[in-house]
């Protein structure tokens, strides 16, 4: 489909890690509860820190990896549901913490598939003329939007950032194979995070700034899930003209352990090939499956020439599959 190789990938999760138990002290609920319906044991809870600063600390980690300088970007993608503010972009705050003077900057708005939807742009405009390097971020910071008193979401979630630098390397047999995004907008309203309020007079007689707490309705985003996101990571395979017993690893969104242990057997896969972190990260929405594979990589099952599945899932509702040779 076109080169895309991945030069590096690194994270940052801010330092504060949080356990099931440690939940337990302020909300009615157990490490066992948590344990057994997610897999989830801990989760790194930013403090002081916006999805900014995450995002900003996970890009200078790649660039000191890759060695390369802030000003040889030509592109940043920020993949977030949780951006400092509507406007200026998170993307934009970064490019100029960074200093990368000559890249242009923009997020993407697809919850937990944005990492995918930003991989897939930003491969389109990898054209090596005007786009020759860019960095795709997933960064979030959902603990300023969770209502800490809903046992249902707050136990759930993460906070962390991780991403790719890009580049077209002839050289490297790395590729972005295939790829299958879909958007279910029927269902917006079963995930979703701060609304606010149009105006009711004009001119207006007070500013109203309505803030609601993030919301998800796990049940029904559960079976969405297991019913759409096989058929979506289908798709994928087959626009990359691989078979799915091609594939070496399946990098999962970490929402749910029950959801990838199903997720394997509707693909008859072994689970081996579904790697999973969630017990650390609990889910980072658009920063998890890029976190997963900075930590396949720090434990070397991440190799290059591998066919790996990229996939995420979740507010939109929304989907993503990419298929990438490493
Ligand atoms: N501790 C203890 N009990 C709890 C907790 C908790 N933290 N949360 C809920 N319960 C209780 C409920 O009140 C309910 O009790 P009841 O039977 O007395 O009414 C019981 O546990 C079962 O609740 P369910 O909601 O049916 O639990 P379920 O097995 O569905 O698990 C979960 C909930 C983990 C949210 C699951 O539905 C899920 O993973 N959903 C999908 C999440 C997902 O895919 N997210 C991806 C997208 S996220 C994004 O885009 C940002």
Known sequence: ????????????????????????????????????RTGIKFRH????????????????????KATWQAEDLDLIIVATMTPDSTTPSTAAIVQGKIGASNAFAFDISVACSGFEYALVTASRLLDGRHVKKAMVLGGENISKTLDWHDRTTCVLFGD??????????????????????????????????????????????????????????????????????????????QDSNLTLDQIDLFVLHQANARIIKTMAKKMHQPLEKFP???????????????????????????????????????????AGACVIRY
């Open 1 to 36: 489909m076109n080169h895309l190789t991945i030069k590096a990938l690194a994270s940052y999760v801010p330092e504060k890690r949080v356990s099931n138990d440690d939940l337990a002290e302020f909300i009615d609920t157990s490490d066992e509860w948590i344990s057994q």
């Open 45 to 64: 809870i930013s403090l002081l820190e916006n999805t900014s600063d995450l995002c900003v600390k996970a890009a200078q980690n790649l660039l000191q």
């Open 160 to 237: 962390g950032a991780a991403g790719a630098l890009i580049e077209q390397d002839e050289t490297m047999s790395s590729e972005l194979l295939g790829y299958s995004l879909k958007t279910f907008g029927e269902d917006f309203d079963k995930i979703s995070n701060q609304k606010t309020k149009p105006l009711t007079t004009f001119p207006p007689t007070s500013f109203e700034q309505v803030v609601t707490p993030f919301y998800m309705e796990g049940r029904a985003v559960y079976n969405f899930t297991t019913r759409i996101v096989p058929e979506v990571m289908r798709a994928a395979v």
């Open 276 to 318: 999973m972190n969630i017990s650390e990260y609990g889910n980072t929405s658009g920063a998890s499956v890029p976190l997963l594979l900075c930590d396949l990589e720090k434990i070397g099952r991440l190799q290059r020439g591998q066919n790996i599945m990229l996939c995420g899932f979740g507010g939109g509702l929304s």
